[in-house]
C-alpha cells in the first residue's frame, strides 16, 4: 500500500472522499486528442507525473474507462500524493532540480497553490502528510552540502513553517508510520549539486540510511543502515504490520567487486534491517537499481521495478523469498489496486500494465497505451471517488 509519497500507512490510508459534485474537468481521450468535459468515473484512478519537456510536464489522472484529467505543471514532477481530508486534493513534488511543488483540484484540473522551495533548498520529489492533514512533509536538500532537510509545512495554507535535520545526504522518499507517530526518511547518501547533474561527489564517504524523526521535536528516533556499504536506500513503502519495505540503489563504481547486491529488503522498529538474498539471479536482472516499490498489503507481497533493468520483481514480505518476475521496458511506477488483488506497472511510454497479486503473473487483456503520454517514475493508484482507508 503505497505512502503518501506515495506513496501500511499508504498513499491510500489518508484519502478522504472526493465531493461527486464540482467543476467537470477536461479531459483527453486514449490517443491523446482534446475529449468532451466529463467527469472521471467510478472506480480505480491512476495517477502519475507525466512529460518529457516544459511544455509537457504535468500530472495526469486516469480512469477506468481510460478518460484522462490532465494538469501543466511547468515543471517536472516526480511523485504523488493525495491530501487526506480536503476534497479532491492532489500534490505533484518536483525533483531534478525540485524548486517548485503544486496541488491540484482534480475534480476542475485547476492548480489550486504552488509550492516554492526555501532559499538554499530543493525540494527531492517526496512528500506526505500526518493523518488529519494538518501538517505536509517534503523530502528536501541543501543545495550546496546536499544535507537531508524534511520541510514542514501548514496542510491547509500550504504555509513552509519550519523545517528539521534527517542526519544525512540526499534524502528521497519519506513516509508516515501511524502507530509510532514518526517520520521514515530514506537518505540516500549521496552528495550531488544541480550544477553537475546526477554525478555523485562523494562516493568514498556516502552513507546512506533509514531514519525515524519525531515530527514535532526533529528528533532522531532511530537510524539503521544496510550492510552493503555503496547501496542508497531511495524508495520505500510500508506493509499492514508497519515494516518498511525498502529498494536499494547500488553505487557500482565504488566497488572492488562485481558480486551481485541484494537491492531489496525491510526493517521494523528496533530490529535489524533484513535484505532479501533470494534468487540472486533474478537481481541481477535489475542492474544495481530499483526504482519504485509498493506492497500488497492483502497479500503481504512487495514488488520492485528497474527501468534499467526492464523488469519488475516481487517477494514476500513475511519470509523474503523470491515470488514471481514480469519484464516491461523501462518500468518504474508501480502501485497496488485499492482492493491488492493487482498491481499497476508503468513506463516512459506512456504504458500499463496489470499484474495479479496472487499469481503474480501480468494480464495481457489488460494493458493499456497512452500515445503521447510519458508516465514518470511513480505512479499512485485510488479508488474514485476516493475514500479514506484505514
Known sequence: MKGSGSNGFGRRTFLARLAASGALPAVLS????EA????????????????DRTDTFGLAAVDAADAVVRVSS???GHDVTLHPVRSSEALLFGRRP???????DLRSGEVTARLQAAAGRSFQGHGVFDPDGSTLFTSEADLETAQGKIGVWDGTTYERLTEIDTAGLGPHEILFLPGSGLVAVANGGLLTRPETGRQVLNLDTMDSSLVYLEPESGRVAEQVRVSAPKASIRHMDIAADETVVFGLQVQREA????????????HRLGGVPRLFEDSPEVVALFRDYVGSVAVSAWYGVAGFTSPRGDVAGFWSVADGRFSGVVEFADVSGIDAMPDG?????????????MVDAQTLEEQPDQRRRFDGMRWDNHLLVSDWPLERRT
Request: hydrophobic share 40%; glycine share 16%.
Open 255 to 266: 566497488l572492488d567487486h562485481d558480486h551481485i547486491v541484494p537491492l531489496m529488503g525491510d
Open 36 to 51: 468532451a468535459r466529463v467527469g472521471l468515473s467510478e472506480g480505480p484512478v491512476i495517477l502519475s507525473a507525466r512529460g
Open 341 to 353: 488483488d493487482r498491481f499497476v506497472l508503468s513506463n516512459s511510454r506512456g504504458e500499463f500494465r
Open 74 to 76: 511547468g515543471f517536472r
Open 98 to 104: 525540485g524548486f517548485e511543488s503544486i496541488a491540484v
Open 30 to 33: 486514449r490517443c491523446g486528442g
